[in-house]
T-cell receptor
Framework: AQTVTQSQPEMSVQEAETVTLSCTYD???????LFWYKQPPSRQMILVIR??????QNATENRFSVNFQKAAKSFSLKISDSQLGDAAMYFC?????????????FGTGTRLKVLA | NAGVTQTPKFRVLKTGQSMTLLCAQD?????MYWYRQDPGMGLRLIHY???????AKGEVPDGYNVSRLKKQNFLLGLESAAPSQTSVYFC?????????????FGPGTRLTVL
């Protein structure tokens, strides 16, 4: 069975600085997707970024980028130029791309605090 | 588009009572999911549906039932609520099977069972 581990329950970053959130996963599959979701205090989950396992190039979305290390099964999220609005819970998630598998596996989350 | 909406936003039940949570989406999505979120445990899948009239069990289905009579609605039922079902419940939908289809979440329902 696949697992997703976020070992940092909480992180802090100074406004305008860079922070990296860690995520490791375990799977025997070769085709899958990885995601980072943001959950602000409003509770609504928002997709931040996704990475296809078959792509070697790391995904980027504006100030958000990932460091995807397939062999190490590591998928970290880097937030550059942190803003107060980035404060939220961040969840790493795994989704198999194997036919017949529909579910997402979520990590336990990392709470990010942004200090003014 | 309203996206994914959930009704109600908050609810308090007594042990043994029943209730139904409604999830509605206006994006014509095929797939719909019900998750629960508990402190320190992330999101866990309760049930899901891959189309109108279909449902399937997820990771933690015990104590819940679901129905998908209309494509746009996915109902989650608790027949006899227990304190262990105190949680925040999220509904999500996505267009189709492929993982690159984004999963859209509702705002959540906070349920307390006394």
């Amino acid at each position: 069975a696949q697992t997703v581990t976020q070992s940092q329950p909480e992180m802090s970053v100074q406004e305008a600085e860079t922070v990296t959130l860690s995520c490791t996963y375990d799977t025997s599959e070769s085709d899958y997707y990885l995601f980072w979701y943001k959950q602000p205090p409003s509770r609504q989950m928002i997709l931040v970024i996704r990475q296809e396992a078959y792509k070697q190039q790391n995904a980027t979305e504006n100030r958000f980028s990932v460091n995807f290390q397939k062999a190490a099964k590591s998928f970290s999220l880097k937030i550059s130029d942190s803003q107060l609005g980035d404060a939220a819970m961040y969840f790493c998630a795994y989704r198999s791309d194997t036919s017949g598998t529909y579910k997402y596996i979520f990590g336990t989350g990392t709470r990010l605090k942004v200090l003014a | 588009n309203a996206g994914v909406t959930q009704t109600p936003k908050f609810r308090v039940l007594k042990t043994g009572q029943s209730m139904t949570l409604l999830c509605a989406q206006d994006m014509n999505h095929e797939y719909m999911y019900w998750y629960r979120q508990d402190p320190g445990m992330g999101l866990r899948l309760i049930h899901y549906s891959v189309g109108e009239g279909t449902t399937a069990k997820g990771e933690v289905p015990d104590g819940y039932n679901v129905s998908r009579l209309k494509k746009q609605n996915f109902l989650l039922g608790l027949e006899s609520a227990a304190p262990s079902q105190t949680s925040v419940y999220f509904c999500a939908s996505k267009r189709g099977f492929y993982a690159y289809n984004e999963q859209f979440f509702g705002p959540g329902t906070r349920l307390t069972v006394l």
